[in-house]
């Protein structure tokens, strides 16, 4: 699989400001070009005074309050020498925190080797975990499904199957129960970290849903703002397939099934459609029940458990009991 990279350039283009990291441009404009390929920022530390192999290329260089400090401690000559010897390795750009105005030498160095010089006014801590942030959502792992994502009372829901089986009207349906819309017909879909997938739709069609006969709609501007998200965590796939009479289905909900995105499993259920079957509230009835699983309340099991233990003679206590001990 490609590594993940972001030009210096995208970088600053993606609207830092909005994570709160505004960034300036000091020098080495030539050197946008250059790829950051790792979310983790690079502290030079010792690596001006001459201990430059532990530096890493593909990472942000941090020039914090301790660095700038140094750097003016030194001669002219011996400053030239320490910045020559960081620069020239293989790294996308330099971003000096808390406002500090760099030492004209690093200035020139930068210059010289093409290498952007950023400027932010945040300090060094804060400028480390936003920076981080940023390059985890900007390097993480995308691709794209055909499919819709709704946020049903808080679970990110993903429906999944054949173009024209009815999951933009099933999403019609659940905007008009009181749940968020968040992409219809394309989803992009990152993972961030090793376990979390994040669903977003495309800017162009933001907002937007296409129904059949009726053609686009804007579902913010028909149902209100509280009507659509801009991302949500996927936390649950619901598959719609036509109903095929000589199929067996589940009927107990006992085996577990799972949807592949990006190497990670989602919990799946698969729904069948059919004349008559109300698809909206069942896959209401489907969230619901998944955040009762997620807490590991499992109706199925219980049932199976309360059965096993009837044949096997066992006393088994009320169902209002067991319910008084989950509260």
């Known amino acids: 699989m490609p590594q993940q990279a972001v030009s210096v350039g995208a970088l600053i283009n993606s609207r830092p400001e909005t994570f709160g990291l505004p960034l300036e441009v000091v020098a080495g404009v030539d050197g946008l070009a250059r790829v950051i390929t790792s979310p983790h920022i690079q502290k030079t530390g010792l690596a001006l005074a001459g201990f430059h192999e532990y530096l890493k290329p593909g990472r942000v260089l941090i020039f914090g309050e301790s660095e700038i400090r140094y750097l003016e401690s030194l001669e002219t000559e011996a400053r030239v020498t320490a910045l020559r010897l960081a620069l ?60 819709v994502l709704m946020d049903i009372l808080g679970l990110g829901v ?68 509280a009507s659509t998200r801009s991302s949500k965590h996927i936390e649950l796939v619901v598959q719609l397939e036509r109903w095929d009479p000589a199929r067996e289905y589940e009927r107990l909900g006992l085996d577990d099934e799972f949807y592949e995105i990006l190497g990670l499993r989602v919990p799946l259920l698969r729904m069948p459609v059919a004349p008559g079957r109300n698809i909206a509230i069942l896959v209401e009835v489907a969230a619901r029940n998944q955040l009762l699983r997620s807490r590991g309340h499992h109706a199925a099991r219980r049932l199976a458990e309360r059965l096993e233990r009837t044949l096997r003679g066992e006393t088994i206590p009320a169902l209002d009991d067991e319910d008084e001990e989950l509260r």
């Open 88 to 147: 020239t390795l293989d790294f996308p750009c330099v971003l000096i925190t808390g406002g500090f105005t760099p030492p004209r030498e690093l200035v020139v160095e930068a210059e010289r080797a093409s290498l952007p010089l950023l400027k932010t006014t945040v300090a060094t801590p804060a400028a480390i975990a936003k920076l981080s942030s940023l390059l985890e959502d900007s390097l993480a792992e995308r691709t794209i499904v055909h499919a």
């Open 158 to 225: 993903l429906l999944v199957g054949e173009s024209g089986i009815g999951k933009s009207e099933c999403a019609l349906d659940l905007i008009v129960r009181g749940h968020r819309l968040v992409a219809d017909d394309t989803v992009e879909i990152r993972r961030r970290q090793e376990t979390i997938l994040i669903g977003a739709c495309p800017e162009l069609t933001r907002h937007h849903m296409e129904l059949r006969g009726l053609g686009v709609i804007n579902v913010k501007e028909l149902f209100g703002i």
